[in-house]
T-cell receptor, first 110, second 112 residues
């Protein structure tokens, strides 16, 4: 069974304090790993898809990386508006939908 | 631009009522999904559909049914609402199962 574990569950940072969120996975043949951002009371918003180990993608202060066992979402010099829950999901080689992790709740304090 | 809409942002219902949640997408996507999201439990898949009139059970289908009569519309039905169905319900759509899912804004349902 595919599994996705995100850590930490919650993270509190000072504005400008860079850090990383982790998404570790076990999946039968990874087809893709997805990162989403979710603001309170809203639906998840797509950020990135990574397809193979070594791949990196960037968007503003966010950079996602992928290895064979995990993905990291690096946040450089975060701002309060980066506060959100970040969700990770994996797609396996079969014909089944995404499997989501439980998310990391990020708070950035000014 | 990608657009998934849900019929209500907030809904309050009584135990035993039949509840309809509707989702519409304008991207001509084949696949549509219904999730519920609860604190500490994350997103859990209720049902998904890969074509008109086709449906598949997700991880927690008990107490729910779905309907997809048109490609753009996917309805979630609570036949007899119960308090343990109080939750945030999220609809999503994707071009195929292998593609990115795009989510609607969510419906927060309270069953009293």
């Amino acid at each position: 069974e595919d599994q996705v574990t995100q850590s930490p569950e919650a993270l509190r940072l000072q504005e400008g304090e860079s850090s990383s969120l982790n998404c570790s996975y076990t999946v039968s043949g990874l087809r893709g790993l997805f990162w989403y951002r979710q603001d309170p009371g809203k639906g998840p918003e797509f950020l990135f898809t990574l397809y193979s180990a070594g791949e990196e993608k960037e968007k503003e202060r966010l950079k996602a990386t992928l290895t064979k066992k995990e993905s990291f979402l690096h946040i450089t010099a975060p701002k309060p508006e980066d506060s959100a829950t970040y969700l990770c999901a994996v797609l396996n080689s079969g014909n089944t939908p995404l499997v989501f992790g439980k998310g990391t709740r990020l708070s950035v304090i000014a | 631009d990608v657009k998934v809409t849900q019929s209500s942002r907030y809904l309050v219902k009584r135990t035993g009522e039949k509840v309809f949640l509707e989702c519409v997408q304008d991207m001509d996507h084949e696949n549509m999904f219904w999730y519920r999201q609860d604190p500490g439990l994350g997103l859990r898949l209720i049902y998904f559909s890969y074509d008109v009139k086709m449906k598949e059970k997700g991880d927690i289908p008990e107490g729910y049914s779905v309907s997809r009569e048109k490609k753009e519309r996917f309805s979630l039905i609570l036949e007899s609402a119960s308090t343990n169905q109080t939750s945030m319900y999220l609809c999503a759509s994707s071009l195929s199962l292998q593609e990115t899912q795009y989510f609607g804004p969510g419906t927060r349902l309270l069953v009293l």
